[in-house]
C-alpha cells in the first residue's frame, strides 16, 4: 500500500512569491495534518483537517492557509513567503481526527527561499 | 501550554552500547506520547507510543520506553545500538492532529 506522498519533493522560491504544497493521505485516512520543520528544530504543528474542516491551527500567520479536498487530498499555500518560510514541510495523515490515532508522515517538500 | 523538551542535543554512542534518548513533558493529564525517528532526507517514522496501560511499551527495531509520571519522562533505550540506528529522534506529545514534538535528539554510532 502506498503511504503519505507529498509533491513537489523539492522547491525554490524567491521572496514575496507564493507556494502551493500538495499531499496525498494513506488510502481511507480523512485526517491530514501539516507541519513545519525549520533545519535543527522539531516540526511545528500548522494546520489539522478532517472530513474538509478545519480541526486545528497552530501558531501560524494568515500567510499560510490550508484545504482538503473530497479525496481527503490537501493542499498547504503560503503567500508572501519570506526567508524565514525556508523549512521541510511535513503532511501527515490519520484515520480519525483525534483519540488514539497514529500520524503517518509523508518524506515532505524541502522549501528554500531566496 | 504543553511543551517536550529532550535535553540532549547530539549523542554519541558505540556500536553495540546500550542508549538512552531522554524526554521530558509537561501536560495536566496523562499525555500521549511517541518517539519518531528521523533519517536524512526522511520523513519521520514512528517507533512507539503510550496512550495507557503498562507504562513500558516496546516499539519496532528493538526499542522501548518507559512512561514515568512521578518524573515526567519518557525515555527511549535500546540495549545494544547498530550503526544503521543513527538517525535524528524525536519525542511527541499529543493526543488529537496536533502533535508537540521535542527539538529532537541526533545520534551517532561509533564503528
Known amino acids: 500500500d502506498a503511504g503519505v506522498t507529498q509533491s513537489p519533493t523539492h522547491l525554490i522560491k524567491t521572496r514575496g512569491q507564493q507556494v502551493t504544497l500538495r499531499c496525498s493521505p494513506i488510502?481511507?485516512?480523512?485526517?491530514v495534518s501539516w507541519y513545519q520543520q525549520v533545519l535543527g528544530q522539531g516540526p511545528q504543528f500548522i494546520f489539522q483537517?478532517?472530513?474538509?474542516?478545519?480541526?486545528g491551527r497552530g501558531n501560524f500567520p494568515d500567510r499560510f492557509s490550508a484545504r482538503q479536498f473530497p479525496n481527503y487530498s490537501s493542499e498547504l499555500n503560503v503567500n508572501a513567503l519570506l526567508l524565514g518560510d525556508s523549512a521541510l514541510y511535513l503532511c501527515?495523515?490519520?484515520?480519525?481526527?483525534?483519540?488514539?490515532?497514529?500520524?503517518?508522515f509523508g518524506p515532505g517538500t524541502r522549501l528554500t527561499v531566496l | 501550554a504543553q511543551s517536550v523538551t529532550q535535553p540532549d542535543i547530539h549523542i554519541t554512542v558505540s556500536e553495540g552500547a546500550s542508549l538512552e534518548l531522554r524526554c521530558n513533558y509537561s501536560?495536566?493529564?496523562?499525555?500521549?506520547l511517541f518517539w519518531y525517528v528521523q533519517s536524512p532526507g526522511q520523513g519521520l517514522q514512528l517507533l512507539l507510543k503510550?496512550?495507557?496501560?503498562?507504562?513500558l511499551v516496546q516499539g519496532i527495531k528493538g526499542f522501548e520506553a518507559e512512561f514515568k509520571r512521578s518524573q515526567s519522562s519518557f525515555n527511549l533505550r535500546k540495549p545494544s545500538v547498530h550503526w544503521s540506528d543513527a538517525a535524528e529522534y524525536f519525542c511527541?506529545?499529543?493526543?488529537?492532529?496536533?502533535?508537540?514534538f521535542g527539538k529532537g535528539t541526533k545520534l551517532s554510532v561509533k564503528p
Open positions: 503510550y496512550f495507557s496501560g503498562d507504562t
Open positions: 501536560y495536566g493529564a496523562t499525555p500521549y
Open positions: 511527541a506529545s499529543g493526543s488529537q492532529g496536533n502533535l508537540i
Open positions: 483537517y478532517y472530513e474538509k474542516e478545519e480541526r
Open positions: 501527515a495523515s490519520s484515520l480519525q481526527d483525534r483519540g488514539h490515532n497514529e500520524q503517518f
Open positions: 488510502s481511507g485516512h480523512k485526517s
